[in-house]
Structure formats: C-alpha cells, structure tokens
C-alpha cells in the first residue's frame, strides 16, 4: 500500500453518488458491470471448484490440516491496483464504483465479497465434517468446536485482508451510513465509530502498514450476526486518509488517463506523505 484515501458519501447516499461520477455515462454502467464481473469470475470460478476437494478432505493429511493450501485455493491473492472498503450492505453501488475505475482508468479494484465471499460455506464443509455431535434424536453442532473452526476461518480471512490491503497500492474507504456511525454528535478530530469488526480491522491495518513506494516514484529519501447480539463499536479513525471527493474523481476521468498515470495525478493533489 503507498497512500490511502477516504470518500463521503453524503446524505444523498451512494446511489446518487455513482450516478453523479459516471454523469452521461450512467447509460453505459451495466456494460461497464459487466466487463468488470469478467474480470474477476475466473478467480470465482476456480475457488467454487476448490469445495469439491476440501470436501473430499484434500487438504488434511495426517490429521493436520494445511491452511496455507486452504488460503491458496479459498483467498486467492489477486494483482489489484486499489482496495475498497466498505459495507457490505452497499456492495451493489461498490461494484458499479469498481466498474467506473476498470471502464476510466484500467485500475482494478479489489472487493473481498466479489472474491473471498465463501467464509459461510467454508465453515459449513468443516462444521459439517468435524463439529457435529451426535444424539439420539438430532445431530447437533458442539458448540466449543464450532467456536474453534469460526475463530479459523475468520483467522485465516483477516490475515488474507492483511496481505490483500499490503498488495494493493491504492487503499479506499468508502463512508456510508452502512460502514460508519454519521451521527454529527458523536464524531470528534476525524474519529468515527463502525459496528463492523471487518472494517475495523481494514482501517487499522490501513492506518500501520508501511507505505510502499512504487518503483516508479522511488527516490533516495524515499460479519457478525446481530440477532440477540449488542452492536459491538469500533474505533474507526480516518485521519491517515486523505479525503477524497467526487469532483477530483471527475477531473481525473476528463484527464482521459490510464493505469497508473490516473493514479500518479491522484498522488499529485496530496504531495504529503500517508
């Protein structure tokens, strides 16, 4: 990760958020859909093909099972120019925001869901195979087991992130009612509170790792469920972001660049360091 930036949606929400960024363009947002969905369904496809060997229990061997060939087949690393984050709840318009980079600029955008959104069904091959207990009227799940495998997988998913938002040269947070608590009363210097312990986990890591400077610009001085459950708060602190709104993303579309040119006029407006 070199630099990191954070968009506010606003009150209008993000629906009309991606209708302003494309403006006359908006015509052509499902083509651009589309040929961002071919982009990634290769990488789809091969981790749908991935159940059918866990389920055949190729990856454990001895009674140890390898969670390196685990996060190979289920959390594939992909070579992306920016990661967003967000809400899950907004995933539909983060996509069409995804496809107007790829359509813009050739940037491609890296969301977990679109990729990495088998976490549910990964816990219920291994919940399935090695968490159920028997009785004599129902086969029910053992419930310090089932805690085990959850922490696993969550483990193995957040180190992915981990590595995933390290790759990536562009980090984006994108700021909804969804993904953050907008209430003016409760916001002070910049620190906002998320319920979600993914974005939590993202902003924090955003926020420590070591910037990455790019080759070209080197220099010598270089999801949890809420049912019956509290909202669990996070501290979600975007002062490391640099805030980013919809008219610099226009200018830069009228710039008519690409690749990491789009970027390096980004850069441009924010000269300081992350």
Known sequence: MFKGFNIQVGNDGFDEFVKKLYGIDYIYKDEAVGKYNAMIASYQTE?????EKYILKDYVED??????KVEDDWFPNIKADIFLSHSHQDEKFIVDFAAWLYSSFELLAFIDSRVWGYCGKLLKVIDNEYCTKDTQRHNLFDYDKRNQSTAHVYMLLN???VKMIDSTECFIFVGTHNSLDLDPSKIKDNEYSTYSPWLYSELLTSSLIKPNIPDRFYTETTI???ARLPKFKYSANLNHLHRLDIT????????HLS????L??????FPEAR
């Not at 981790?47 to 159940?51: R, W």
């Not at 610099?248 to 710039?255: A, G």
């Not at 690749?259 to 789009?262: N, R």
């Open 47 to 51: 981790i749908e093909t991935s159940l």
């Open 63 to 68: 009674g140890v099972l390898d969670t390196s």
């Open 159 to 161: 180190g992915a992130l």
């Open 224 to 226: 949890l469920a809420e």
């Open 248 to 255: 610099i993303l226009q200018n830069l579309k009228r710039m």
């Open 259 to 262: 690749k990491q040119y789009a």
């Open 264 to 269: 390096d006029e980004l850069y441009k407006k």
